[in-house]
C-alpha cells in the first residue's frame, strides 16, 4: 500500500481538478478500480479517483508487460 500511497503523491502535482475524470467522462469503473476504492476507503480513503485509476492502470501495464498476456477489459479497462 505504501507503494500505491508514494505513487500517488508523485502524482499530486495534478492536482484535485482531475479528480474524477474517468467518472466525468462516463467510463464506468472496472473490477480493479472498484477494488482500489474498497481497499482505499478501508485504509481511510487518502487518495482521489483519478489517482487511484492511475494506479490501476499501471499494474496492468506491468503485468501485460511481464506476462505478455492481455487482461479482459471487464477486469481491467
Known amino acids: 500500500m505504501d507503494a500505491l500511497k508514494n505513487f500517488a503523491s508523485k502524482n499530486s502535482s495534478q492536482g484535485s481538478a482531475n479528480t474524477g475524470n474517468a467518472q466525468q467522462s462516463g467510463e464506468k469503473k472496472d473490477y480493479g478500480d472498484k477494488i482500489a476504492s474498497l481497499v482505499n476507503k478501508k ?5 482521489s479517483d483519478q489517482q487511484l485509476e492511475t494506479g490501476t492502470d499501471q499494474a496492468r501495464n506491468m503485468y501485460e508487460k511481464a506476462t505478455g498476456n492481455k487482461i479482459d477489459p471487464k477486469y481491467s479497462n
Open 43 to 47: 485504509e481511510g480513503g487518502k487518495l
